[in-house]
């Protein structure tokens, strides 16, 4: 069975501070890693994913992710943060086999202060 | 491009009725899935359907049930509601030929009084 941890159901920095959110995994096969942003009252926008290949990944409006399999960590972070950052971020695993079914984190709401 | 479209938006109902939500997937995707996420929680895989069949399930009892129709889209229906089920329920979609992550939509807010 696969689970996902994310430390801080509520994090809060300063615009153009460093975010930094964490995400631990666990997974017995080689895991797809992904990233999603939710707005208040709207669905999932996918911020980037990790399947093969290069271990830092990077996806839209500056995020980024690094997969590190000896901590089975996938933090996401993000060198300043913005207003509109403000939002409920998910991370989520799946094993890559047939049906890929996503397993969620309960989520980190992320708050950006002036 | 559309992207995944649900309906309604919003619905409420009483407990013990049923309900049907419905979904479009994005054009040119093949797979739907469909997840629960109550308020303040991680959303949870209902299950998925491809080529008109279910091929897998979470962890949800027989009340939930759902169809894949030959134009991919898909519906979920829920019988003797309760108020647990009270969530928002998103659709996605995958297109074929490798999972390189869902596209969803915006989901129904279902509120069972």
């Known amino acids: 069975a696969q689970s996902v941890t994310q430390l801080g159901s509520h994090v809060s920095v300063s615009e153009g501070a460093l975010v930094l959110l964490r995400c631990n995994y666990s997974s017995s096969v080689p895991p797809y890693l992904f990233w999603y942003v939710q707005y208040p009252n709207q669905g999932l926008q996918l911020l980037l994913k990790?399947?093969?290949?290069?271990?830092l990944v990077k996806g839209i409006n500056g995020f980024e992710a690094e997969f590190k399999k000896s901590e089975t960590s996938f933090h996401l972070t993000k060198p300043s943060a913005h207003m509109s950052d403000a939002a409920e971020y998910f991370c989520a695993v799946s094993d890559g086999n047939a049906g890929n079914m996503l397993t969620f984190g309960g989520g980190t709401r992320l708050m950006v202060k002036p | 491009d559309a992207g995944v479209t649900q309906s309604p938006t919003h619905l409420i109902k009483t407990r013990g009725q049923q309900v049907t939500l419905r979904c479009s997937p994005k054009s040119g995707h093949d797979t739907v899935s469909w997840y629960q996420q109550a308020l303040g929680q991680g959303p949870q895989f209902i299950f998925q359907y491809y080529e008109e069949e279910e091929r897998q399930r979470g962890n949800f009892p027989d009340r939930f049930s759902g169809h894949q129709f030959p134009n991919y889209s898909s519906e979920l229906n829920v019988n003797a509601l309760l108020l647990g089920d009270s969530a928002l329920y998103l659709c996605a979609s995958t297109p074929p030929g490798g999972f390189y992550g869902y596209t969803f939509g915006s989901g129904t807010r279902l509120t069972v009084v």
């Open positions: 990790y399947t093969t290949g290069a271990t």
